[in-house]
């Protein structure tokens, strides 16, 4: 007999931001959505219409945040935040640009390249850490809100950490989950008497852009 479908969980990214399309880190900052990322949240907002979502939860961070209450207008749902889905906290590194981030800790990003799980960022947290707040999380909805939908707008380590959890995937392997901004990734949760079961639904999925009308 197929397991009792507990809770189907939909992951999404928060839309662009002025430093992700410069490519620079961004962890706790207080960046908020681009042009882009407000059409890509709008866009995201259209596709979970057709979704039987029965709650909405966010990160409390500014890109998050605004993504998310794009989407609750949409759908008719507030929007919970919960300090448990915020992004990898970067400390130091926060704002700084590849080539700065490889100039000024080139033995950090060795260790994060070759151990990315203990990898400790100066004056943040580690990607282990962030993988264990957000599966608390994960365990608290899945007790909470049996046999429904829930949205998640969060951010891209969160969502990386959670399915090398969910999925028995080393958190090592976690950049083999991408995990682009306006995206969605649906996973199924079973509660079973041996634990938790996974099932991936869908990966990185971004939603069309509707085209805007034609000027007469």
Known sequence: MEPRVTLRLILVRHGETRLNREGRAQG???EGLNPTGRRQALDLARALRKEPVDTLY??????ALET????GRAIGLPVRASKSLMELDMGELDGLTMQALHG???DLMERWRLDPA???MPGGETLANVQRRAWS???RVLRKHQ???AVAVTHNFVIQALLCKALGTPLSQFRRFRV????MTIVRLDKESRGTRAVMLGLNSTPPTEPRAART
């Open 118 to 120: 203990s990898a400790s």
């Open 28 to 30: 706790r900052t207080s």
């Open 104 to 106: 000024r800790y080139p």
């Open 147 to 149: 046999g429904a939908t």
């Open 180 to 183: 682009d901004v306006g995206s």
């Open 68 to 71: 998310a209450r794009i989407i």
């Open 137 to 139: 999380w994960v365990l």
């Open 58 to 63: 966010s990160s409390p961070l500014p890109r």
